[in-house]
């Protein structure tokens, strides 16, 4: 793990790298998602938690012509500000591109500057790392540029960075999360309205997330296909009744009545995404009532759905649930984000955290929320 990020190192990062000091500095958390998986970008429910580590974005004024940017993690990269167009390859600099195109789309006009990434949010791994990269950079220079835009704004277009210079059909949840999270509180939100609200979590439990030692990116991930076959599951059921916008409009028995009919592979995607709706409303008045021993049995729930009627768990991803479905100490887990690797989240009383870590083998990343994105002149 990278030293942890904070003020001081991105400063002296960007001194380092443009030899002279930065004029704003901006953070932006990664997150936890307790549940609501792959229910974003098909108009659902989420509940995620941002978490104490973060991306942090320094920026400042350049002498030249070009906006330049550098990362800890994956080095330089610079585009002319004449160029209409920010695209300069593919990788990590298209998040940075993709923001710069957004921000230039609401008209704001963004001058020769320098911009310093550092991150202590391990990529590739489901903690949205990319969303606060993306929220950290447009948060620096529209701090810069001083020109405040509603978060709202900001969420979205960060998100079509993603979508359309990155190739990842995300939904909301993780930009969102950067933004609107405090500490202490889930993040509960209607993907379909935009809608949000903070839920308490219980500081007696802890949510662990051990590694299944498999990277994913998302990008090049079954991500894409899952996208893709819930589009067809719904414009299939639209197809059929006219009143059917979205799968919010859908019945879990209307589903069922139809079953034979469909390809079995779409009821399939259809039913985890309508009953991971339903775990998240049980989820959130669970976490209401402090009711965790509930929490845990619908975390467990949400991964059989996620492995056997989506279809985005792994051998190991499997495995350690299965290892904490089988303890005593961890009340709940399933495979965390978009699947295919990274962590699972577990839920576990606090007295039991270093039995539950004897027992799964690793000593796990134990979470505390952190607070959402901010960004200051300095
Ligand atoms: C990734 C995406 C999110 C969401 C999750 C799955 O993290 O970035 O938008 O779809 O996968 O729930």
Known sequence: MPTRTSDRTTVQQYVKVFGDYPAVLARAPGRINIIGEHTDYNDGLVLPMSIERCVMAACGPSKGNTIRWYSDRYGCAEFDVKASDPYVGTGWTAYVAGVIAGIRDQGIQIPPLNIAITSDIPPGKGLSSSAALEVA?????LEYVDVPLEPVVIANLCREAENHYVGVPCGIMDQYAALFGICGHAVFIDCMSGDFQHIPVDDSFVFVLYDSEEERALVSSGYPDRNRECREALAWFADRETTILSFRDLEISRLFEHRGEIPEVLFRRTLHVLTENRRVLKTVSALNRRDDSTVGRLLFQSHRSLAHNFGVSTQSLDNLVKKAWESRYICGARLHGGGFGGYTINLIPQKN????????GQNGIE??????????RI
């Open 137 to 141: 950079v447009a948060l620096s220079i």
């Open 367 to 376: 979470v505390r929320s952190g607070k959402g994105a901010e960004s200051w």
């Open 353 to 360: 955290v270093s039995r539950a870590h004897e027992i799964m």
